[in-house]
Nanobody
Framework: QQRLVESGGGLVQPGGSLRLSCTAS????????VGWFRQAPGKDREGVSC???????IKYADSEGRFTISRDNAKNMVYLDIQRLRPEDTAVYYC??????????????????WGQGTQVTVSS
C-alpha cells in the first residue's frame, strides 16, 4: 500500500503559474511511474501527465506546453508545473502511482495508488 500526498494547490489568477507536489508518505516512489490527473466538477477524471521511474517517458495530454512534470527521486517528490493558468484548469488535481515504473497511459484505471487531491481554482 502506498499513501500519496499532494500539495501546492490554491487560488490563482488567470495567466498565473502554480507548482503542485506529490510525495509518498511513509514509502518511496522508487520504481513507480507517477501520473497527474484532474477532475473538474461534473466531469470525469482525466489524465494530465505522467513520468517513468527514474525519469523520462513523459507524456502530456495537453499539447500547448503549459504543463511540465518532473521528479526528484532523492527527495521522493514528483512535481507538476502549470503555466498560463485558465479558469478551465480549475479542478482537483491528483497524483497516482503505477507499480510497473513505466508511464504507458494516462488512463486513470491503469494506476494503482492515489492521493486525496489538491484543489486548484483559477479565478480573478
Amino acid at each position: 500500500q502506498q499513501r500519496l500526498v499532494e500539495s501546492g494547490g490554491g487560488l490563482v489568477q488567470p495567466g498565473g503559474s502554480l507548482r503542485l507536489s506529490c510525495t509518498a508518505s511513509g514509502s518511496t516512489l522508487d520504481n513507480f511511474a507517477v501520473g497527474w490527473f484532474r477532475q473538474a466538477p461534473g466531469k470525469d477524471r482525466e489524465g494530465v501527465s505522467c513520468i517513468n521511474y527514474p525519469g523520462g517517458g513523459i507524456k502530456y495530454a495537453d499539447s500547448e506546453g503549459r504543463f511540465t512534470i518532473s521528479r526528484d527521486n532523492a527527495k521522493n517528490m514528483v512535481y507538476l508545473d502549470i503555466q498560463r493558468l485558465r479558469p478551465e484548469d480549475t479542478a482537483v488535481y491528483y497524483c497516482a502511482s503505477e507499480g510497473g515504473g513505466r508511464c504507458y497511459t494516462l488512463l486513470p484505471n491503469e494506476y494503482d495508488y492515489w492521493g486525496q487531491g489538491t484543489q486548484v481554482t483559477v479565478s480573478s
